[in-house]
Each structure stands twice: as structure tokens, then as C-alpha cells.
């Protein structure tokens, strides 16, 4: 299993290239599954998601080209097994994203369940209600879901609270259903918002993504599309945090503050300098972090995903920060790794109150999911001596070259084989 062993204590120095965003990928490659024509992807991250998704499509039949250029064509053409099995679907959990294309498309699907995880047990009952609304006969037997409805109908569907995927999942099935589907209580994120302009690429008719009501009017068919794939707003935020947390200063490319300002506004707080362009954002911190006090909810609120690596910035900051996840039950699972390295952190429920240090010291510390290994890092990259983080599976899920990307920029970070 592969490791990251950080020397830390340099900060963070020059300019880094942001990738395309994990999340708005996985749900535009099984945007593919509903036309018939093949959709053209650019901007794709090289992720080990990406990767399960491709494998994930193309045993459905789905036939997926890579390009020079680093293009990804998905024909759905040949779609012949609409199943999402166990294997698969256990490792990573977007895969659900198949069931409701495959339901409007094919007019079945076989999806296993995914099963709760690391960061909480993540029912998808939203997923499911929606498709039933639509006219979709769902069965759940032998661990998976099997969904079925000879043409789905428009519905008015109100979500009982905001799911990403369970948005981006229904607007995708009522694409092609018969008449209008509203959904009401949608995610906002800006990666269901890459989706829609995707989707209307593809000859879909929706209004409102981006606002809490999401409308769409269904159509026989889509068609083919080329669509670039938003930027990372969380491979930025993470990087942000890396450059603040080492005093450092840099700028990054690729990516746009309009996607991030509440993560901003939180460094901006914590003391640093950014300064946002179009297609840019530099920071630069000069003097000790102050701790930051903040709560994840729902886009355009702070960011669940962000929350580990603020935890390590609070971690060494002046001054006391008072962090509450409310999206996951289970997602502080780096405070106790985050204290082997010196951290001052006390969880009770779902607050963690984070004293900051003066300093962290270097160890072998444990990844336990994708966002939990970005805190690590960041920690590592402060921390006097050398941090190794084990299991880094996690982070290959969702951060493009990390460790080329933090070298690049000044940071003694490598591989262990
Ligand atoms: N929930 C339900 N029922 C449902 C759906 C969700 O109870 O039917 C609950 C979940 O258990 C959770 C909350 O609602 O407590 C919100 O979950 P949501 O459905 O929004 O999460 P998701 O769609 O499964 C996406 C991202 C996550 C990100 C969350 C929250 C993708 C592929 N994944 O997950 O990303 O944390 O939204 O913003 O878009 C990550 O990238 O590290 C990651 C975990």
C-alpha cells in the first residue's frame, strides 16, 4: 500500500494547476448512459474514481475513448446490462448516479445498494422516493435495488433535505421522462449546475439549477454533447489551506473563486491575503493563522468536504476554533490523527473544539477517507520532521498528482512504494 512521507515546515511557494472536479465528473460520465450519441468530456481529472467509473459504464456496454488531449468520449450506443454490481459500487459510492439514467434509458436497472461508509451510514431513500414518484417500480432485494418503469413520468418531487446526488440523479431520470418534473429542496452546488448545462447540451430542458426548485421538461431523446468539466473547488480549497497553513503564498490556476466563497471568506478570516482573478486565486499569509470557528451545511454554506483541512489549520493557529459538521454524522475521524501529531482537538457529538498550538510534530498517522488524508497532508506539510501518511488510496480517489502538484510548489513530499 502506498504512503506520503512530508517533510515539513517549508511553505508553500509558486503556481499549481487546478484539475477538473471529481464530483461534477462522476455525475457527467453517467449523463452519457441517456442518449444514444457519444458525449465528449474535457478537463477530466486522472482519478482513481474516474478510472471505477469507466470500468463501472463499460461493463453496462458503454464504449469509453480517451483522446490525446486528455478528452474522455463516452457512446452509450451499445448500452446492453444496466447492473451496477456489488464490486464496484462498494468502492465507490457515486456509482448510484447510474440509477436513474439507466431507469429512463433502459428502463431498468439493477444497482447494488452502497452501503454506509467511513463518513456515515448515507441513506440514498431520497434516490429512490424521487424514481417512485416518477412512476418507477423500485424493489430492494438481495442488497440490490431494482428499479424499473416502461416511461418515466414528471413529477413534483420535494426532497426532505438536500442531497447532491439524489438531485443530480433525478434530474438526469426526468430528462427523458413523459411531461414536467419539479424538483423542490435541489442541491445548489455548483457541480448539479455543470451537470444541467451539460444536460442541456445534450438537448435537455431544465430551469432553475443553481436555486433550490429545478424544473425539467422531459424530451424523447438527447443527443450528443462536448462539455469541460468545471474546476475542483475542493482540490482548490485544499491547496489554499496548504498555503495558508505554511505561510506561504501562491497562486492557482484553472480554477474560480465564484465556486469557493465561503471557503475564502474562512482564510480571509483566518488572516490571509486573497486576491481572486478570472480563471485565478492567490493567497498569500504572513503571519500566524488565526483559528476560525465554522459550520458546513449545504452550497452556498461551508463545504462538508472542507472541513478536515480547516481542522488542521485551526490545529496551529492562534486562538481556539469551534467546528460543527451537520451534513455526516461520522466525519471527524481525523481529530484523533491530527492529535498523534500534536493537536489539541475535543469532539463531543458533532463539534470539535480545536485549541490551537504552537507547533506539530511528525508521525505516522492513518487515512480513513478522502477529505480525513487532505488534513493529514496539510498538517504534514506544518508538522517539524517527517509525517507518513499510510493508507493514501484515499486521497489517489480524488487529488490528481498531490504529490507532484505540493513538490512543485516547494513541498519535501513523496511516494513510498
Ligand atoms: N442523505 C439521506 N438520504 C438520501 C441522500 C442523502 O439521508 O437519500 C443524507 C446523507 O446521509 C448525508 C446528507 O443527506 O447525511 C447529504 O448527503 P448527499 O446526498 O448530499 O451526499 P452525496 O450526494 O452522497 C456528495 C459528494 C460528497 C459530499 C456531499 C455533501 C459526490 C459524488 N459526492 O455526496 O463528496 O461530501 O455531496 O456535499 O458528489 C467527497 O468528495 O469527499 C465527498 C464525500
Redesign the pocket.
Same mark, same amino acid.
Given at each position: 500500500m502506498d504512503r506520503l512521507a512530508i517533510e515539513g515546515g517549508v511553505p508553500l511557494r509558486g503556481e499549481a494547476r487546478v484539475s477538473g472536479a471529481?464530483?461534477a465528473a462522476?455525475?457527467l460520465m453517467c449523463a452519457a448512459l441517456l442518449a444514444r450519441e457519444p458525449l465528449t468530456l474535457g478537463n477530466v481529472p486522472h482519478l482513481r474514481?474516474v478510472t471505477t467509473m469507466v470500468r463501472l459504464l463499460a461493463q453496462m456496454g458503454v464504449a469509453a475513448t480517451l483522446d490525446e488531449g486528455g478528452a474522455l468520449t463516452l457512446d452509450a450506443a451499445g448500452l446492453a446490462n444496466p447492473v451496477a454490481p456489488y464490486e464496484l459500487v462498494r468502492t465507490m459510492?457515486?456509482s /448510484?448516479?447510474v440509477l436513474g439514467p439507466l431507469v429512463a434509458r433502459a428502463g431498468e436497472a439493477r444497482v447494488s445498494l452502497p452501503g454506509g461508509c467511513a /463518513?456515515?451510514?448515507?441513506?440514498?431513500?431520497?434516490?429512490?422516493?424521487g424514481l417512485a414518484a416518477m412512476g418507477a417500480e423500485i424493489a430492494v432485494e438481495h442488497g440490490y435495488i431494482h428499479a424499473r418503469a416502461h416511461r418515466l413520468a414528471g413529477a413534483r418531487i420535494f426532497?426532505? !433535505?438536500?442531497?447532491?446526488?439524489?438531485?443530480?440523479n433525478l434530474m438526469m431520470a426526468a430528462t427523458l421522462a413523459e411531461g414536467t418534473t419539479v424538483l423542490e429542496n435541489a442541491?445548489r %452546488?455548483p457541480?448539479v449546475v455543470d451537470l444541467a448545462n451539460c444536460l442541456v447540451a445534450m438537448g435537455a430542458r431544465i430551469t432553475g439549477a443553481g436555486t433550490d426548485v429545478i424544473t425539467i421538461e422531459g424530451v424523447a431523446r438527447l443527443h450528443g454533447a462536448t462539455h469541460r468539466i468545471m474546476p475542483d473547488r /475542493?482540490e482548490t480549497g485544499t491547496f489554499l489551506v496548504a498555503a495558508a497553513a505554511t505561510g506561504g503564498e501562491v497562486r492557482l490556476t484553472g480554477t474560480d473563486g465564484a465556486y469557493l466563497e465561503a471557503v475564502l471568506e474562512k482564510l480571509r478570516e483566518a488572516g490571509a491575503e486573497v486576491r481572486e482573478e478570472p480563471g485565478a486565486i492567490s493567497l498569500a499569509m504572513r503571519r500566524r493563522p488565526r483559528a476560525v470557528s465554522l459550520r458546513t451545511a449545504?452550497?452556498p454554506a461551508f463545504?462538508?468536504?472542507m472541513q478536515a483541512q480547516f481542522m488542521a489549520l485551526d490545529a496551529i493557529a492562534a486562538g481556539t476554533g469551534v467546528i460543527t459538521e451537520t /451534513?455526516? %454524522?461520522n466525519r471527524f475521524m481525523h481529530a484523533i490523527e491530527l492529535a498523534r501529531l500534536g493537536a489539541d482537538i475535543e469532539t463531543s457529538g458533532n463539534t470539535a473544539i480545536v485549541k490551537g498550538v504552537a507547533s506539530l510534530d511528525g508521525a505516522t498517522v492513518m487515512a480513513t477517507? !478522502?477529505?480525513a488524508s487532505a488534513s493529514l497532508v496539510v498538517a504534514g506539510l506544518v508538522a517539524r520532521g517527517e509525517t507518513v501518511v499510510d493508507r493514501i488510496y484515499h486521497l489517489d480517489?480524488?487529488y490528481e498528482a498531490i504529490e507532484e502538484k505540493l513538490s512543485a510548489l516547494g513541498a519535501r513530499i513523496r511516494r513510498v512504494r
Open positions: 471529481k464530483n462522476l455525475p474514481d459510492r457515486a /448510484i448516479l /463518513i456515515g451510514l448515507r441513506p440514498v431513500d431520497q434516490h429512490l422516493k426532497m426532505d !433535505l438536500v442531497t447532491v446526488t439524489g438531485t443530480e442541491a %452546488e457541480e /475542493i449545504p452550497y463545504p462538508t468536504d /451534513i455526516f %454524522e477517507d !478522502l477529505r480517489r480524488g
